[in-house]
């Protein structure tokens, strides 16, 4: 009987499997995103992220073969090296793009009009002709090196600092932070007062208010959209941070108020009586005793509703439109780069990264509040 009660159940190891399936899957394209923001176009280009650490052939771009002519007997010579840098190690090499690796390092061949060409293993050449070479168009050469790792700052550089880059995200992430971090805290403020009400205040019409609330949880946002873009714009204040800010606020606020009431009504019931009896009111109880045990909850809606509204794309379209790029949010401006910039893996890349590496932050930071104040504030 101890032997069958100390193996694990099948569940176990599926629930097990699946967890790290779920992990894998997470984190496989942020590692990617990640390490991809520190290579070069030229390396996304012909080699995946996973083999950014180690050394790789691949094919570069085709060289033309330059410098000054020199006599050498009876011969014109032009001697050289195709690459400014000396740890490029040659493996094969060609003078026309339909063989680019059709010679190897040391081997002497035919370029052309009684002229030949050596090209060796560091890039070093030499070509050589009986006749000059002035005038003449000097010969192509295509080349396949062993290529070290190779990490830059560069994309990082010209995506947040480089003041020619239109593009830029830095103000984009300036403008993020703007619509954040106000759209997360006014709901949470609000919801607060009216969870704590819900929760422990006794007035006419409670109950369906609570039921009130419910019953937004599951009203799409598409359909709020236009209704509330029209009120914005009839009051003045469409197209701005403050519009953007409470259609944020509206939209997060029931299930703000859902998870938090129910978080305060499992809270010690002794407690609250005992303030009322030692003539607290109903704000300083709220204050002094209700927030501060309510942390892991607000901490928990405060996760999402930050994630929700940093990553959001559709509500900063509708409510903070500006022809001039002066309100620009991330995910608005990376949608830009990917029309610009469609073959600048590099540059987008390092855009993606940027605009997820706060919400990685805060989530990590405040990740241990997130299931014990969900599981609380969700289940009663």
């Known amino acids: 009987m101890n032997s069958t009660s100390s193996k694990k159940s099948p569940l176990v190891w599926a629930l097990h499997l699946s967890v790290v399936a779920l992990v894998a899957l997470w984190l496989f394209p942020t590692v990617g995103l990640f390490v991809s923001s520190f ?20 094919q570069r771009p085709a060289i033309r073969i330059e410098g000054s002519e020199t006599r050498d007997g009876d011969s014109y010579v032009i001697e050289g090296t195709l690459f400014a840098v000396d740890d490029v190690v040659i493996s094969r090499w060609g003078t026309s793009s339909r063989a680019p690796e059709a010679y190897e390092p040391g081997e002497t061949v035919d370029a052309g009009d009684g002229a030949s060409l050596t090209v060796e293993e560091n890039g070093a050449f030499r070509l050589s002709s009986p006749e000059s070479f002035a005038g003449k168009r000097l010969p192509r050469v295509f080349t396949t090196a062993e290529a070290p790792p190779e990490f830059t700052l560069q994309n990082y550089r010209f995506v947040l600092f480089d003041p020619n880059n239109r593009e830029g995200m830095a103000k984009a992430f300036f403008n993020t932070l703007t619509v954040t971090i106000p759209a997360t805290i006014i709901p949470i403020v609000i919801a607060a007062f009216a969870a704590y009400a819900l929760a422990w205040m006794r007035f006419p019409g409670r109950a369906l208010l609570i039921a009130a609330v419910v019953g937004l949880l599951v009203v799409p946002l598409q359909l709020a959209l ?13 197209k701005g941070y403050l519009g953007v800010w409470l259609a944020h606020t509206g939209f997060g606020l029931p299930l703000a108020i859902y998870l938090l009431r129910n978080y305060m009504v499992g809270l010690p019931r002794d407690i609250i009586e005992n303030a009322r009896v030692d003539g607290a009111t109903d704000f300083q109880i709220f204050v002094k005793i209700i927030l501060p045990l309510s942390f892991p909850a607000l901490a928990s809606f405060a996760i999402f509703q930050f994630l929700w509204t940093w990553n959001d794309l559709l509500v900063a379209l509708v409510f903070l439109i500006d022809s001039t790029g002066e309100t620009t949010v991330m995910t608005k401006q990376i949608v830009e780069l990917l029309g610009t910039r469609g073959g600048n893996w590099e540059i987008l890349a390092t855009s993606a990264f940027v605009s997820i590496a706060v919400p990685l932050a805060v989530f990590f930071a405040m990740q241990k509040y997130l299931v014990r104040g969900l599981l609380s504030g969700s289940v009663k």
């Open 39 to 58: 290579r070069t176009a030229d390396q996304i280009a012909n080699t995946g992220w996973w083999n950014a650490m180690f050394t790789q052939e691949r």
């Open 226 to 238: 236009i209704p509330l873009l029209r009120l914005h714009n009839d009051i003045g204040i469409g």
